[in-house]
């Protein structure tokens, strides 16, 4: 594709990104790979909780969405913007993780008749905590932001044995559960080296630990660096590269000892939470409410380690 192809083609999602009222930041990042890129903050009715990043992989044959948004408006939104994109078929949609910014905007691609596609373990995952998680959006984002917003069971379980293939392009689904949350998946796109990392990396921003088993966490990130990577669309922030994967790493290294030495020491809960402070990552997105669950998290961990 052309420069002045791109340039035509940004102009038209732009466009249609904004159809509905919203700011939006939808940019083409190579031929055939689109994102739109979440605020990356909280999630407040301003932003109307559109924090978190989606993404477009076109092929000759037919394309795919990845992830849908935290509402239907905003999976009516990412659609708009996917069609203003390309004049293949969008073929499904994928959630590569079962938490709220990424899924509740997947009714709103059924209803024009896209399929939706999850690990099996995310459509479980889904069923079990995702209803409770609608009940606080909407206290979140009142006014009508979630008007329209369901939960919605998968139409179909990946097939982690084979790669997608979307005619000329062929993504790889790399499986980041047992590192993650349950279900949790990265796409790589091997013909502009696009990996669409999920869960699995968010940039400047702390990473909710509530399910993650960080020696397959820190072991599936160097597994990434195998991969020939050009670029890297995190689930939450800006787009990056490799140095992303160090980042993470860094976190959850600098989290995990500190919260062992504070365990080995004989804290307790509550002082633990209080002793694990780290001022280098004080300055990324959420470090205030996530970083000290996940000390809490940590801690449990050991602590059922222990005593199992």
Request: aromatic share 6%.
């Amino acid at each position: 594709m052309k420069l002045a192809q791109l340039s035509a083609l940004s102009a038209a999602v732009t466009l249609a990104s904004t159809s509905l009222g919203v700011q939006a930041d939808v940019r083409t990042l190579a031929p055939g790979i689109v994102v739109d890129l979440g605020s990356h903050d909280a999630i407040t009715p301003a932003n109307r909780g559109e924090i978190a990043n989606s993404g477009l992989v076109i092929g000759t044959r037919a394309a795919l969405a990845i992830d849908s948004g935290v509402s239907h408006a905003h999976g009516e939104r990412l659609h708009q913007a996917w069609k203003a994109a390309t004049d293949r078929p969008i073929e499904a949609l994928l959630i590569t993780q079962p938490i709220q910014e990424f899924l509740f905007g997947a009714g709103a691609f059924r209803e024009h008749g896209v399929k939706v596609m999850a690990h099996p373990a995310a459509a479980r995952l889904m069923q079990q905590r995702c209803e409770n998680c609608l009940t606080h959006l909407r206290e979140l984002l009142p006014g009508g932001l979630m008007k329209g917003t369901t939960l919605i069971a998968p139409d179909q379980a990946v097939a982690l044995d084979r790669e997608i293939d979307l005619g000329g392009r062929s993504l790889l689904l790399i499986d980041a559960s047992a590192a993650t949350t349950p279900g949790t998946l990265a796409v790589f796109d091997r013909a502009s080296g696009t990996l669409f990392a999920g869960g699995l990396i968010v940039s400047q921003r702390i990473p909710s630990l509530r399910d993650a088993h960080i020696d397959a966490w820190i072991a599936a990130l160097d597994a990434l660096r195998t991969l020939p990577l050009k670029r890297i669309v995190p689930g939450f922030g800006p787009v990056g590269d490799v140095r992303q994967i160090d980042d993470m790493q860094r976190y959850l290294r600098a989290i995990d000892a500190a919260v062992r030495a504070e365990y080995q020491r004989g804290a307790s809960l509550l002082e633990a939470s209080a002793a694990v402070t780290l001022p280098a990552f004080a300055d990324w997105q959420q470090y205030a409410l996530l970083h000290p669950q996940n000390v809490q998290y940590l801690y449990r961990q050991l602590e059922d380690a222990e005593f199992r």
